[in-house]
């Protein structure tokens, strides 16, 4: 019973280490194996996993296993964190909204048709120019709709994300020549690099500065977690309407794109 | 019977339209008020020059070299990148060492860059313009909303360098034509330029067709970002309408072009031929270049035309005749980037910290463990190196009262001017002041001075009730008189003050 423990707790910590994969460690590999073939060691990871404050989204031969940490463990990032090394005389708020779309765009990108998010095998290409574009493409888009339209000038909380990133400049030449960290594409790089640090990202050598491609662990937190947690903040403050369970999500964005 | 009834009718749909007149929301106004804030960063370099500290600025017209930055930016515009920064600066400078000739080519570069800089607004997070302007909503509401703009814009290109683009701002500023219509500006642009030659008027010839080449500039610049879009994704972009529209709209531009500048082309020639005032033949020749460097940009902007459709069709093959979805998953562009980025900054925070949460994998605590503790604890302090110099202890001075004055001064001074209800001569109070403190006759001397035109109305703003108030005796103070206070005599009372801008 205490090895079948230890052997759990082991594939839990290769899961927090964000480079190791089942390929390149024989170890992790067994442990893999052992959890698909072996239903009750997978629920005792699973009971384990649930003992530290995570979740087990997926185990596969390829990624090795994929944990989230549950509401309010030592695990959790919070974007608060994140943004708080920035420096900059903007308000904090549109700061942390800032970082948190640039990361939704960053997956958004990556993975463009929901197809391509429903595929396991899909690897997704992000560059940071083309995060910043997709971004930008966004505010262009929502520009023509709010009709030229300005906002008020006495609510600036109440003005849409959007503007505060057609705001930012998307490069600023700075003294000594390297990327501003304050511009939307310093701010892309760095979004990027961190994905890359969580073992999400990998970066794609080659001419092209700031490539990467995704991985599998990136793909199923996306697909698994986030966009379920994401979609219920959203239904929360009653922004997405509930999409018809047999209706194409496709045909409904076509169309609202057209309108 | 019926007369009576349609006129109250009429009446009071008059009187409704009055009333309602002055809280319409008015377009033309918003319009013009912005118009009027893009210009307000080119004013504003006048009056900042003066603050320059290592600039006497008088000689420069900032605003005109601002104005001549936009156009050089304007000017390398191209489909495909900008203009450099260098070399707008130093397109710029013959025009600043004009204005200068005695100033050092050094001041000529450097004010040259503050124009840039600041056009480009240099400083600020956003480098970006704002203006606050008021307008009333269909409810009738007076509602302030605020209008962010750029004039430059620093971009990126593929290799990393970043280079300068005008803004649509930038370049309805530049060319005086305040949001109107791009075809018929142009066409009035033509008969213009048409007409100004027949005319012999040279300099404005040459000024309409550049502001020709403005808007072929623009038409191009629509274009580009409507073709750029398209290849990220067709449906961003209406080719049912919309981009059908701008692209038959630029032909029929280019048509009109091919057809005006041919004519121009012709009859400056002949200008040209026939001048016989120096002046005139190189303003022609000016005309020449500048009509056939239109030519080249409506060729271009005439191959993107071409290609535009064809570039369509392919990316609907490429990107709508993909694989139909298999399996149902989220559309993270359409249900989450593009409706949170459409939220207020107030309500998009949850959503997105929650989608950082739960897409970004774990923080890894740091632990520590036995072996690292041990070795943590054992490990020899790095000594710094070097600790600097050494502090030096600082020299403290007591404080010195400045101030000539003392407190007792003044509370003495002022039981002796409490003069309600009395009125005393000046030499009077210097008298009495000598023999209480030396030197208070001239504190005295300085307050009754104060009273002899003293600020009625802010002693009303600050709520006083009296005011102490001076007048001429005609005679003059003793020679030798008390504290050295010389001059005309005064006498001094405290009157009452009312205030009758409030009722009472």
Known sequence: MNDDVTAAASLIVFGLRPKALPGRDPAYRSLVIRHRDDDAFAALVAAVARGLGLRVLDVDAESGIVLSPLQGSVFELRLDQYARQTRTNERRDVEKVLHGVIFLAAAALAFPRPADLANDQYTGRVSVAEVDTMAREVTRVLRENANAIDPEADTPRLEQVWRAYARRPESQSTKDGRAAPDSTRGMVGRALRYLADQGLLVPVPGDLDGLYRTTRRFLIQVRELAVERTMDELLRIGVVPVLDPGGSLRAADAAEGEG | ?504
């Open chain 2, 1 to 504: 019977m019926l007369y009576p009834v349609i006129c109250t009718r009429r009446c009071r749909v008059q009187i409704g339209n009055d009333e309602r007149d002055g809280a319409v929301p008015d377009d033309g106004l918003i319009r013009r008020l912005k118009a009027l804030a893009c210009t307000a960063p080119l004013n504003d370099l006048d009056s900042r020059k003066s603050y320059l500290e290592w600039l006497d600025g008088s000689v420069y017209q900032m605003a005109e070299i601002g104005l001549h930055v936009i156009d050089q930016v304007t000017i390398a515009m191209d489909f495909d990148a900008g203009a450099d920064a260098e070399q707008v600066i130093a397109r710029t400078m013959p025009f600043v060492a004009v204005q200068g000739l005695r100033r050092s080519r050094e001041e000529h570069a450097r004010v040259a860059r503050w124009v840039l800089d600041s056009l480009i607004n240099v400083g600020t997070v956003d480098r970006g313009f704002q203006r606050v302007y008021g307008e009333v909503d269909a409810a009738g509401v007076y509602v302030r909303r605020r209008f962010d703009f750029k004039l430059l814009v620093e971009l990126s290109g593929a290799a990393g360098e970043i280079y300068l683009r005008a803004t649509d701002e930038a370049i309805n500023v530049l060319v005086g034509a305040l949001d109107t219509d791009i075809e018929s500006a142009q066409v009035a642009a033509e008969v213009k330029l048409d007409h100004l030659i027949k005319r012999g008027r040279l300099a404005d010839a040459k000024l309409a067709a550049e502001q020709a080449r403005y808007r072929t500039i623009q038409l191009g610049e629509a274009l580009r970002t409507t073709l750029e879009a398209t290849r990220r994704d067709v449906r961003a972009v209406d080719w049912d309408e919309a981009a059908p529209a701008l692209l038959d709209s630029a032909l029929d531009h280019i048509q009109d072009r091919f057809t005006a500048e041919d004519a121009i082309l012709r009859h400056i020639a002949d200008a040209r031929d026939e001048a016989t005032d120096p002046r005139h033949k190189r303003q022609a020749a000016d005309l020449v270049a500048i009509v056939e460097d239109c030519m080249r940009r409506h060729s271009q902007l005439l191959l993107r035309l071409q290609q535009a459709r064809a570039l369509f069709r392919a990316e609907q093959d490429r990107q709508l005749f993909a694989d139909p979805p298999r399996r149902e998953a989220a559309d993270l562009y359409g249900q989450f980037l593009r409706p949170i980025m459409d939220l207020p900054v107030a309500d998009a925070y949850e959503p997105l910290e929650a989608y950082f949460r739960a897409s970004t994998g774990l923080a890894r605590p740091t632990v520590v463990t036995v072996n690292s503790l041990v070795d943590l604890l054992l490990r020899i302090p790095s000594e710094p190196s070097d600790l600097g110099r050494e502090l030096p202890d600082p020299e403290l001075v007591p404080v010195v009262s400045t101030n000539r004055f003392s407190d007792g001064h003044w509370q003495m001074a002022e039981r002796l001017l409490d003069l309600r209800d009395v009125t005393r001569s000046l030499s009077e109070l210097l008298a009495e002041a000598a023999e209480l403190d030396e030197d208070l006759p001239a504190l005295v001397g300085l307050l009754a001075g104060h009273a002899y035109a003293p600020e009625i109305s802010s002693a009303i703003r600050r709520g006083r009730r009296h005011i102490l108030l001076a007048l001429p005796t005609g005679d003059s103070l003793p020679q030798a008189g008390a504290g050295g206070v010389h001059g005309a005599d005064l006498m001094l009372s405290a009157v009452a003050l009312v205030d009758d801008s409030t009722p009472t």
